[in-house]
């Protein structure tokens, strides 16, 4: 069904349900979105004659990793929001965006004034105390995240006429019932296992190894005794920081700004929180049930969730901190009470509330000290621009970088040597450089002895580096890394003894043999996993993804076998159990939901590489890379 859907949503599809949407909307225009251009500037993609600017993509990616950094407790950087995939997430975004303004301009689609107005006016956030649209306050929160009022206009039209042209399209698509209930069947399966587990740690006998066995394991496994490749680098930052401790504002200018900017000045209450997520609704209700009745918060979330202290505890955080789903259930809880268990699409969530810090307002004397740094370093991001222009004045003059830096009174500083992660030969990162991994990144693209330009370190102000010596990775000696060598050795043959007990039970239960039987004179425990679904929910903590695939291959009484942690786990399939969809209407009628809204999104995505397609899509890898720096190092 969903394949013949996607064939038929091809360019003439597509075309005519345009042409439909252009008769009902009209021939308005709709102006460029927040951050695109057309022709002129540097751009990291293109899309038509539309352009995205590096200075607005580095801001979306920020605003979406600052979005997402609560649910990972606070901890998620640049680099691991790349690992994650939120850059290209986020240029994806962009891309689909730009593609049907581009589209929806050609064909003369855009969205009237009064519907942007109505819009705008109806975001919480924009709203006031009294709970009306407060133009002083929509202004203060573009200008405090780098945009424009004419520029978010613009991009609400794009959005209402992305919306008018995808959702008119895909609404009212409901996934077939025959299809539902044999998903449903499909997802709901579950399997009832006899297990038992073989650990590397249980592995006996491993004697002290030859040294032609080490000299053999070392020459096999090079790769993981070779030291990257480092680099000597010499760098002089230009940091608006430190400018900004030198520079002094006057009273009155800081009264000023206060009485203009008071709307800032007003806190919003935040919340001390703990949070747990449970993959599965039934562990959450128990694991909730447990802390009302008086269970601690850190223990319960070990034992059900496996999270410990760094990953529960979330600090004080403001309803624009949470997902909106969350935000109710926490910001609507009295203090010490902990939230029914909330689903998102990364599983069910609990928490515990703290501490409430309510909002309110600051005196002057309060907002000065935010005010005087503010205005410091605005001031001292001026200066450096001049002071960045100078140095490559001076350089452009014949002058060292160290040469120039003297002249300038600028710091010149040193690393010995620096790998592709940032990190020094003894494994340690490297704090403060300037540009975070743009800095490795540009360190690893400029050729030794030479110069980089001057670079942007963010809004931290400007650096420039010097390459000194390329370093090759070289294999280590053998001696030097012969204890590592010794560790290896014997963690491979513990695992290798582990693997053989495994696979001998594993033949023996496929020839026949009950997993009872079979274990009897091993120092090995065969027990019951919870009754297992094909998503891991149930006895899943006892698999991996690809054991939980074979176990759902296995005819009853036969066994599969899995690496599993730090050893290899054997399952016996006892019985399956197959859902009726008819005995859960209210599980069937969600599932229903779920497959029409995939159903509506999928034919939105053909529709949105159609207006790709058409338009013409450039992306420059190159600018993202120096943005963000190198991936794959």
Known sequence: MLLLMRKRIGKIVVKFFVFLLVLGFGAWGIQDMLGYQVGGGGAVAEVGEMRLGPNQFYREVNQEVARMRPLFGGRLDMEQAQKLGLVDMVLNRQLDSMATTVTANELGVAISDGLVRAEIQAEPMFKGLAGNFDAQRFRSLLNSNGLTEGSYVQNVRAELASRQLLGSVSAGIVAPRVWVNAIYKFREEKRNTDTVFVADKDSGGITEPTNSQLRAHFNTNEAAYTAPEYRAVTYVPLDADEVAKEISIAEETLREAFDQRA????????????????????????????????????????????????????????????????????????????????????????????????????????????????????????????????????????????????????????????????????????????????????????????????????????????????????????????????????????????????????????????????????????????????????????????????????????????????????????STEVPDPAVDKKGTDELAKTLSRSLQGDISSQLRTAFRGAAGVTVYRQAIDALFGARNQ
């Not at 990953?311 to 109710?328: N, Q, R, Y």
């Not at 582990?498 to 020839?511: F, H, P, Q, S």
């Not at 120092?523 to 006892?542: E, F, I, Q, T, V």
């Open 263 to 574: 709307d800032e000045f007003i806190t919003e209450e935040k919340r001390k929180i703990r949070q747990m997520i449970v993959a599965d609704e039934s562990k959450a209700k128990s694991a909730h049930k447990r802390l009302t009745e008086g269970a601690d918060f850190l223990v319960v979330a070990k034992e059900v969730a496996g999270q410990d202290a760094s990953a529960v505890e979330l600090g004080k955080v403001s309803k624009e901190d949470l997902l909106p789903e969350l935000s109710g259930a926490v910001f609507d809880a009295a203090k010490g009470k902990v939230t029914e268990p909330t689903k998102t699409a990364l599983g069910w969530h609990i928490f515990e509330i703290n501490d409430i810090t309510l909002g309110g307002s600051m005196s002057f004397a309060e907002a000065k000290v935010q005010l005087k740094k503010e205005m410091s370093r605005e001031k001292a991001i001026d200066g450096l621009y001049e002071l960045s222009n100078k140095f490559e004045d001076a350089l452009g003059g014949g002058s060292s970088l160290e040469e120039a830096a003297g002249v300038l009174n600028l710091k010149v500083r040193k690393l010995v040597a620096i790998d592709r992660k940032g990190l020094d030969r003894a494994g340690k990162v490297i704090e403060a450089l300037p540009g975070g991994q743009t800095f490795v990144a540009l360190a690893f693209s400029t050729e030794e002895t030479t110069e980089s330009s001057m670079t942007e370190a963010g809004d931290s102000g400007f650096y420039i580096l010097r390459v000194d010596k390329v370093m090759k990775p070289v294999l280590r000696p053998f001696e030097e890394v012969r204890p590592k060598v010794v560790d290896a050795w014997k963690a491979e043959q513990r695992r290798a003894q582990a693997e053989t007990r495994a696979k001998a039970i594993l033949d023996a239960v496929n020839g026949g043999k009950t997993l009872a039987n079979v274990v009897t004179t091993q120092p090995l425990k065969p027990k019951a996993s919870n009754p297992l679904m094909r998503d891991g929910r149930g006895g899943g903590a006892d698999f991996d993804a690809a054991l939980i695939t074979d176990v759902f291959k296995l005819t009853v009484g036969k066994a599969a076998m899995g690496r599993v942690g730090d050893g290899y786990r054997v399952a016996v399939l006892k």
